[in-house]
């Protein structure tokens, strides 16, 4: 258990421990960052993008193109990255949302699936994995390296900790506060009934969905940096990983899904020196967000069809 | 799948003339086939057989009840490690094997359906993938039986030769016989579900999926109805999952990625979720699709990725009820144009259109 | 609905043009002109096939393989090189005249998949033989097919069945010889410790014999499972370098698509002097070395075959190959692989007297033996009727210098920490396989 005497914590010495738990943050801020993009979409659109890390994936992939084939100052490509992410969810949601506008917010998920699986095989036809050939995207930020706790931190890190904090308060006072916020959750829930209350439909899903692409944009330049090699398929299916994070947060709640986040990559980091459990880690994402989901939905009925419940 | 409309007479027809078209294309697939066909294509055929199944649980879960479930891969890969691991453990006949691996499964299935009733629509259904992620992580680092000895009976050795593999049914050893084998419990577990849609849980799951209240309002219990339709599909899942076991030989978790159970529901949706044709369509997308373009027209089976996601957003905004419903229909407008322009270019007479 | 179909349409084509300027390959195909792998082979100079320089034109041989690739790992590189090597013979007379046609799939791990492939090859494509296989699992999948075929299969192997069956005979030594043979060069520098990371698919059979070492040595030693593909390297890399202690050793086993992220780790938390670090042959690559610098010397690679950049005649071969028929791919232990799988098949081909089938392919590569190759420390050869291959057991260490990468400790011999290696090396003696006789 726990002992004063030499502090250990269920027989690991604490100061093993410590550096874990900094990495652990880090590894939060990842699954937090994603997690709130994956919201901060639901909230504004009414739709859960699984094709978030397909997109950042296909958009880190040109930023890794200009900077290492074409002499773009490197600014310019990773603009390049958060405009790809941008273009490619206004075209997406403004195409073809209307035409998911009345349907489950499952068909909706499924729609954007359809997207992700589009991008995932352009992707892997025309940048297939190498051999000996890795594509590496390091940000500049990931140079300016901190020491705390007896492990290292790189301003990359704590940049997507403090992107998904920003993120979480710019966002929650957004849709509560301002006019385009309240209109843009009123769309969420109900299209038909918004657009007859003279809410300019339009104009509100553009802002919406082009709010969204920029996150997605910028989310995936920052998980491509932390994972080091651009595998565009890890980065894609990060996202299911990244859903545990929203499901703690109920697809609701923002802070509560930055949260879930922290507590996911910590609870997935500690576990690692404590060796009869330290093999089944990976699974602490979708073992939080079972226990979280179960336990918040415990007084729920029946429930209508047709909404996300 | 039984039109419950029409006078007597032509009630009689339609379920002759369905039963009729099953006959049919079971025949075609028990004899035609391997007569036909190589060894490759009897191997894939068999997982055809085999996923059809599984997304026959998709329909039951979905098509029929309204319930998503998104771990119906890992509920396989959950089979297919009780079928090895009960192997090596007992000697049991294969038959009482896949019903012994049906129920474990079937077990598993409604204790984690138990708990997860009370969410809907979207959050069950991701909280089944999560669940299946979770799955996912425990058979990749316990890994599949090997024929060694406790729990995880997996064993280290480095002498190779005693390793068996799971073993095949006495009297489907060969490839061709086991192919047989498996459309025939195929074909059984088909016939399960389709007598579940046509009596009573059929129709409590069919005013289940219109409106909870309604239901609840005359009588269903949800939540037994609801545990049923899990159970069944777990059921015939995890028969599935035995016979794939048996099917490998030695089974690894490589087998059964994550991801998989998202491209098998897009495959059941673009092959008609709400129809269990639509399922065998979906086995085929998934198994045989990537054997054909790999192995036998040459085409970079990524191709397949696009495809799929290009066929899946179509289906879901034109076609809700999937290919097995849209083709006929699309067929039959082709013939009409085609009855129409041939009309024309003999200079028929100008019918009104 | 038209309407939507088209927008549908539209807007794929336009993701699909973005992502695909996005990915262009690139580099420009060379032109050279000059023939490649002809004249007459000596102990300078390295041909292909019978290095006639002309154009074979006969009736195609075929020959078959299957390679892994998954999303992490990509082993097609080894077939698509030894496709190289066949189109150089192709182009100097071939086999008597016939060129080679070679047949490659891929697989992802889905054992029908790897049945139906190889049924495939054998029964519809009808190849004579099978050549240039890799994978995690397809040994242990259809070994005992191959065998009841009549066919020998000459490939580079993970799995322990690739080199515990009759089935297969392998040009590399495999990840647990590799890391074997990293333990050694770790222990001669005297770790106090041999901590090594496998992938967690191979691990059992891969990392057993590092922890042989260890004992042997008189030194701690565990093995760490790790799960593809890896999202927290962070804290893999931090338990490694705990669990070495100061001084101690620790060994990476991982190809070029997962090593970095550990590497870039370990350079982030500044962990790259706490511990002496080791690895097997896959991350010994010039475009590695040029990644990582901050490894210069530290990282000792068990390289299964010779340093590309050595002048000797094979190596110049491969790099001659290389720049003509596959200048896509960087040269890369995996490309030596598929050169020397390629060579070992063209060796038996050009040795069958008569009719080239199925039988007589896979009989003359049962006959091989004495196969030098400037490419490894000793002879290659298959031996026959032997219950199990390992004919590649001695090997060098390089490291990273300057973005290259140099040899460290020339031909050592793998541990026998095994009984299959103290009675590999008892046949090699017995039956000449590799003394020179």
């Known amino acids: 258990m726990i002992s004063f005497a030499t502090t250990t914590i269920f027989g690991v010495d604490w100061i093993f421990l410590k550096p874990y738990i900094v990495v652990g943050l880090a590894l939060g801020g990842v699954y937090a960052l994603s997690g709130v993009g994956v919201v901060v979409l639901y909230q504004a659109t009414g739709v859960l993008n699984l094709a978030f890390g397909a997109i950042g994936a296909a958009g880190a992939l040109i930023s890794y193109y200009l900077v290492n084939h074409t002499s773009t100052p490197h600014w310019i490509a990773y603009l390049a990255c958060v405009v790809f992410g941008a273009i490619v969810n206004v075209v997406y949601g403004m195409v073809l949302g209307p035409a998911f506008a009345g349907r489950d917010p499952l068909v909706k998920m499924m729609g954007t699936l359809g997207l992700a699986l589009i991008l995932l ?20 930020t990931s140079n300016h390296r901190y020491t705390v706790f007896g492990a290292t931190v790189n301003l990359t890190q704590i940049l997507a900790l403090v992107f998904a904090l920003v993120l979480t308060v710019g966002t929650t006072a957004f849709l509560r506060f301002t006019k385009i916020g309240t209109a843009m959750r009123a769309l969420a829930s109900d299209r038909e009934i918004t657009a007859t209350l003279g809410v300019p439909v339009r104009r509100v899903e553009l802002a919406a969905w082009l709010g969204s692409g920029i996150v997605c944009g910028a989310a995936g330049l920052l998980l491509a940096d932390l994972f080091t090699s651009l595998d565009y398929t890890a980065l894609t299916f990060l996202v299911i990983s990244s859903l545990a994070a929203a499901l703690i947060g109920r697809l609701q709640s923002l802070w509560v899904t930055l949260l879930g986040g922290l507590a996911v990559g910590l609870a997935q980091a500690v576990a690692t020196p404590y060796s009869s459990i330290s093999a089944y880690r990976t699974a602490a994402p979708f073992v939080l967000a ?17 909404t996300a419940g | 799948m039984l039109g419950l409309t029409g006078s007597p007479a032509e009630l009689a027809r339609g379920v002759i003339g369905r039963s009729a078209i099953i006959v049919a294309f079971l025949g075609v697939a028990l004899f035609v086939v391997p007569a036909v066909l190589g060894g490759d294509w009897i191997k894939t055929l068999t997982a055809v057989a085999i996923y059809a199944v599984v997304a026959a649980g998709l329909v039951t879960l979905y098509g029929r009840v309204g319930m998503i479930s998104l771990g119906q891969i890992a509920l396989l890969a959950i089979g297919t490690w009780t079928a090895t691991r009960i192997s090596y453990a007992a000697d049991l006949p294969f038959p009482i094997l896949l019903l012994v691996t049906g129920a474990i499964t079937c077990g598993v299935g409604v204790l984690i359906g138990l708990p997860a009733l009370r969410l809907s629509g979207l959050y069950l259904a991701l909280i089944t993938l999560m669940a299946a992620g979770a799955v996912n992580v425990v058979l990749t680092t316990i890994n599949f039986p090997n024929g060694g000895h406790g729990f995880t009976g997996r064993t280290s050795t480095r002498d190779l030769s005693g390793l068996q593999p799971v073993g095949r049914p006495g009297i489907a050893g060969g490839d061709t016989a086991y192919y047989r084998y498996t459309i025939v419990v195929c074909a059984l577990m088909f016939l399960l579900i389709a007598a579940h849609f046509a009596s009573k849980p059929g129709r409590a799951w069919a005013s289940i999926r219109e409106s909870e209240p309604a239901a609840l309002a005359t009588g269903v219990n949800i939540v037994r109805y609801k545990l049923w339709a899990f159970a069944l599909a777990s059921f015939t899942t995890g028969v599935a999952g035995g016979l794939l076991a048996a099917q490998l030989g030695q089974p690894t978790a490589f087998g059964f990625p994550t991801q998989d159970s998202l491209t098998l529901l897009a495959a059941a949706l673009i092959g008609g979720i709400y129809s269990l044709w639509g399922a065998v369509i979906a086995g085929a997308f998934s198994q045989l699709a990537p054997f054909l373009f790999q192995a036998q027209w040459g085409i970079d089976p990524n191709f397949l990725l696009i495809i799929f996601g290009v066929g899946l957003l179509q289906v879901l905004l034109t076609a809700p009820r999937g290919i097995v419903v849209q083709m006929p229909k699309d067929i039959a407008n082709l013939g009409k144009l085609g009855a129409h322009l041939f009309r024309k270019v003999t200079g028929g007479s100008r019918s009104p259109e | 609905m038209r309407s939507t179909k088209i927008k549908l349409s539209v807007m794929c084509a336009v993701a699909g043009l973005l992502v695909l300027s996005a990915a262009l390959a690139t580099g420009a195909g060379a032109t050279s002109t000059a023939a490649v792998g002809s004249g007459k082979a000596s102990a300078t100079k390295s041909v292909c096939g019978a290095g006639t320089g002309k154009k074979a034109t ?31 013979v192709n182009d100097n ?5 016939r060129p080679i046609k070679y047949i490659l799939y891929n697989e992802q791990l889905n054992p029908t998949q790897q049945a139906a492939l190889a049924k495939k090859l054998v029964e519809s494509d009808k190849v004579v033989g099978i050549v240039g296989n890799t994978s995690f699992t397809e040994c242990g999948t259809n070994w005992k097919y191959y065998k009841s075929k009549g066919f020998t299969v000459i490939g580079a192997g993970v799995q322990a069945e690739c080199f515990g069956t009759p089935t297969f005979v392998e040009s590399n030594m495999g990840p647990r010889y590799s890391n074997i043979g990293a333990a050694q060069a770790l222990v001669r520098r005297g770790a106090k410790s041999l901590m090594v990371a496998s992938p967690d698919t191979i691990s059992a059979y891969a990392d057993g014999g590092v922890l042989k070492v260890a004992q042997a040595a008189g030194i701690p030693g565990k093995a760490f499972p790790i799960k593809l593909p890896i999202t927290d390297a962070n804290s893999t890399i931090l338990q490694l370098v705990q669990a070495a202690g ?24 500044g962990l790259v002097d706490k511990v002496i670090w080791g690895s097997s042959t896959p991350i010994a690559n010039a475009f590695m070395a040029k990644q990582f610098g ?3 010397g530290k990282m000792h690679i068990n390289q299964e075959f010779g340093n590309i950049n050595d002048g000797s005649p094979d190596e110049n071969l491969y790099l001659a190959i290389t720049k003509k028929y596959a200048p896509s791919i960087s040269p890369q232990a995996f490309g030596q692989m598929g050169f020397m799988d390629a060579k070992f098949a063209v060796q038996a081909l050009l040795s069958v007297k008569g009719q080239v ?13 004495n196969v030098k190759t400037s490419m490894l420390c000793k002879p290659w050869y298959v031996g026959n009727a032997l219950p199990y291959h390992i004919p590649n057991n001695t090997d060098i260490t390089v490291t990273y210098k300057a973005g290259e990468v140099v040899t460290e400790d020339k031909c050592i011999p793998i541990q026998a920490v095994d009984p299959e290696l103290t009675q590999t090396r008892k046949w090699e003696t017995q039956f000449n396989l590799n003394t020179g006789k």
């Not at chain 1, 095989?121 to 500049?140: E, H, S, T, Y």
């Not at chain 3, 100061?246 to 938390?269: C, H, K, R």
């Open chain 1, 121 to 140: 095989g352009v992707m892997a036809w025309r940048a297939p994995a190498g051999g000996a050939f890795v594509r590496v995207l390091q940000l500049p």
């Open chain 1, 290 to 306: 079972i226990i979280a989901l179960l336990y918040l939905g415990r007084h729920r009925t029946v429930t209508l069809s047709r």
């Open chain 3, 58 to 88: 006969g009736k195609p041989i075929k020959l078959g393989g299957i390679d892994m690739l998954i999303p992490g790992v990509d082993f097609t590189t080894i077939g698509k090189f030894a496709a190289a090597y066949f189109k150089c």
């Open chain 3, 93 to 97: 007379g071939g086999i008597n005249g």
């Open chain 3, 246 to 269: 100061e001084g101690g050793g620790v060994i990476l086993d991982f190809t070029p698509d997962s090593a970095p992220a550990l590497m870039q780790a370990a350079i982030a938390q």
């Open chain 3, 294 to 296: 901050a490894f210069d």
């Open chain 3, 357 to 369: 089938t199925a039988a007589s392919y896979n009989k003359a590569v049962r006959a091989l033996k």
